[in-house]
């Protein structure tokens, strides 16, 4: 407005002033095109990270944990800047797969991976990723039973409850490269091509170990503590957190931690019930959500807490990680013989979802979820209700195809 | 039995009081022998000459035996004894790069367990089980076979649950009637694991003898499985239908919907039938004014 009174010093009339102003073009609004200008390069633009989405509900930034069904289950995915930590099942059969099936998701997408065990060798477990679905041959091997509510036949039409039938199917195929979520063949491998072209870290606690000869006394385990070190490295040298300024494309940092909490990460928690180092463990968690809430990542962390001897421990666990995911296999216990159980191999338990900038977060109606490996998907179902038990006190779990 | 030893990695042999584990490890170590391996011996509950009883001369040469027995805690001060103590040990052990297929034998791991801490020794165990995957570029073929002896009856919980997730093999030793029997479940990377009942007995020279199994009528097994539990069985309402009772159902027409005969019947005023009637008594406290509904209200 300044500029127009000085242009307009000459004239008193409106008309000239109105003609100065739309000949200098100087207006108070500007349009905000886009332009190829570098000033503001990322600042409305968060969805521009590949493999990511805004929630929904709360606009929360969420990236996809490699099942969709899971995804569907957690309210759309797993926010950035959280921690999933997935309760392993009794021969970490299920959970090392859910793992990789989140390292593949970063892997197709594009992320960063960091990648820490103290089991196996990163580089190993990389290479023992599944391979992704990205074509229409996937539509002939999915199941055809997807069950309405309400039928104890799946064959006859719905005559009372009609208007279910007019529901949509539920979304079961495989999606392209760009969108959300993809679907994967447990069954095949990663091509070695993505997994090369992908940028990945590497932290093999045992060769960390024997590196260092003076342990000097500290509150966390030893393992944890390089863990977090490493951690932060990474995060601060690739500039995920914001401080080194990142001239090109944001990107995603996904960790994966496997196995933490057992006696190979220097943890007794598995050992003993009264531990001297209870507290590593949970100070651990807290310095790792503290550093991924400062920075554009997501982690996942499978733990085996059924060899956890002080329940008190899985409780405060529970309680500082953000999503909590149990896995219950049926090998080796009675359900597997059980008839309700026969398509399935064990059950899903949704322990915890977190209330992200939120005062109620979304828990699903669903609370018995069963899932299966099929030859070459995981997939989580609500199984059906084909035999009602009212007198047993199992679970009921009802038909929900999500794969 | 092939298959404990097949498949490498740690296998844990879980004994107790009335089914002993030492004779089924030198049975196992004297196959391992047998086959041309290295194998070695880290002895911590009985003595060399005990261990070594009832092996012949050529087994006893090829084994290397360690001996933590004699003295323990380094006492003695003679260099006899192994540099580090126990831990020491199984951690020289890690660092042979010996080409061909090796075989440790731990006797015992509750030994172990006993004198370090759980994580140190589990830490080591997997070490062991993982050191032909150490830099070398290649992975050969032979695995690291660890044969550990536990007694089960010695630890609690915790150390168990850590061992057996650590061990591709478990081996528990039970038995019935004099006749021992191995229960063994084994875990192949990402495949679920397998079980397996195995009867066997051990010869004086340390040779397996597979059996069948104990005669049939010592068998304890009182009465057959029980059937699988039907969840329909004890259900208060009709799960099943007979066919008349699904003919009347499918035939039955819904209240909603709209037939053509419904459809006939409403617009089609029936001259012949009474039409309906009302019939009502009206109230004392019946407002009878349809103009004013709200008269009889008290504002």
């Known amino acids: 407005m300044a500029a127009v009174a000085t242009c307009g010093t000459g004239a008193g009339s409106t008309r000239s002033i109105v003609a100065t102003t739309s000949k200098n073009n ?94 196996e060798d990163p580089a190993d477990i990389l290479q023992e990723l599944p391979a992704p679905l990205l074509d229409d041959n996937y539509k002939k091997d999915l199941d055809e039973d997807i069950c309405n509510h309400q039928t104890p036949d799946s064959n006859i039409k719905m005559k009372i409850a009609w208007r279910y039938q007019l529901l949509p199917k539920m979304e079961s195929g495989p999606v392209s490269s760009s ?48 863990l977090l070190q490493f951690i932060q490295k990474v995060i601060y040298e690739e500039g995920f957190d914001g401080s080194n300024p990142q001239k090109k494309q944001k990107n995603i940092l996904r960790i994966g931690i496997q196995n933490l909490g057992s006696p190979l990460w220097g ?55 953000d999503t909590v995911v149990g896995l219950e296999s049926f090998i080796g216990s009675e359900r597997e013989t059980n008839p309700l159980y026969k398509d399935y191999h064990g059950l899903i338990h949704i322990r915890q979802i977190p209330r992200l900038n939120n005062l109620i977060y979304d828990v699903s109606d669903v609370k018995d979820l069963a899932f299966k490996l099929k030859r070459k998907l995981f997939t989580i179902e609500i199984h059906t209700q084909k035999k009602f038990n009212l007198c047993i006190e199992e679970e009921k779990n009802v038909d929900y195809n999500t794969s | 039995m092939e298959s404990v030893l097949a498949l490498g990695g740690l296998v844990l042999l879980r004994d107790s009081v009335e089914w002993e584990g030492r004779s089924l490890l030198k049975a196992l170590v004297k196959k391992s022998a047998l086959c041309g391996e290295q194998v070695h011996i880290l002895g911590c509950e009985v003595s060399e000459d005990e261990f070594r009883e009832g092996f012949d001369s050529g087994i006893n040469g090829r084994l290397i035996y360690h001996d933590l027995f004699r003295d323990p805690l380094s006492w003695s001060r003679t260099g006899e004894a192994l540099p580090g103590g126990p831990l020491g040990a199984l951690q020289a052990m890690c660092r042979r ?24 020794v589990c830490q080591a165990l997997c070490a062991l089980s ?20 536990l007694h089960e009856e010695l630890h609690g919980p915790g150390p168990l649950g850590a061992l057996s997730s650590l061990a591709q093999t478990e081996v528990t030793l039970s038995g019935a009637l004099g006749q021992a029997s191995a229960h063994i479940l084994s875990r192949r990377p990402r495949q679920r694991p397998a079980h397996q009942t195995q009867w066997f007995s051990i010869l004086p020279d340390f040779s397996l003898d597979l059996q069948g199994g104990p005669p049939l009528e010592s068998q304890p097994h009182p009465d057959p499985h029980t059937p699988p539990v039907d969840p329909t069985a004890r259900v208060t309402f009709n799960l099943h239908l007979s066919k008349k009772e699904k003919e009347a159902k499918d035939s039955l027409t819904l209240p909603f919907q709209f037939s053509s005969e419904k459809q006939q019947a409403l617009l089609r005023p029936r001259p012949g039938q009474a039409t309906s009637h009302i019939f009502y008594e009206p109230d004392a406290y019946d407002d009878l004014d349809q103009e004013d509904p709200d008269d009889d209200l008290d504002v």
């Open chain 2, 130 to 149: 993982h050191q032909h995957s150490r830099p070398g570029g290649s992975c050969p073929a032979e695995p690291v076979r660890v044969l550990g002896l």
């Open chain 1, 26 to 119: 100087v207006t108070s609004f500007q349009r905000k095109g886009p332009r190829a200008s570098g000033t503001d390069s990322g600042c409305s633009r968060l969805v521009s990270i590949a493999g990511t989405r805004p929630s929904v509900r709360n606009g929360q930034l969420l990236v996809s944990t490699g099942l969709p069904a899971l995804d569907q289950l957690l309210g759309g995915g797993l926010a950035v800047g959280t921690v999933l930590l997935i309760e392993e099942d009794k021969y970490n059969i299920y959970s090392s797969l859910l793992f990789k099936y989140f390292l593949a998701e970063g892997i197709i997408n594009g992320h960063t991976l960091l990648v820490a065990s103290a089991k």
């Open chain 1, 267 to 321: 943890d007794d928690i598995c050992c003993t019930e009264n531990c001297d180092n209870s507290h590593s463990l949970t100070k651990f968690l807290y310095v790792l959500r503290g550093l991924l809430r400062t920075s554009l990542s997501a982690c996942i962390i499978t733990m085996p807490t059924h060899l956890i001897q002080n329940r008190a421990i899985i409780a405060r666990i529970t309680n500082l990680s």
């Open chain 2, 97 to 120: 790069t010996d080409p061909g297929p090796f075989t440790i034998a731990l006797d015992s791991l509750s030994w172990l367990l006993l004198h370090l801490p759980c994580t140190a």
């Open chain 1, 179 to 226: 969108r959300f979520g993809h679907y994967y063949d447990a069954s095949k491998r990663m091509p070695r091509e993505l997994i090369e072209t992908s940028k990945w870290h590497g932290f093999f606690f045992p060769e960390k170990l024997s590196s260092t000869l003076n342990k000097e006394p500290c509150s966390l385990t030893h393992g944890y503590r390089r």
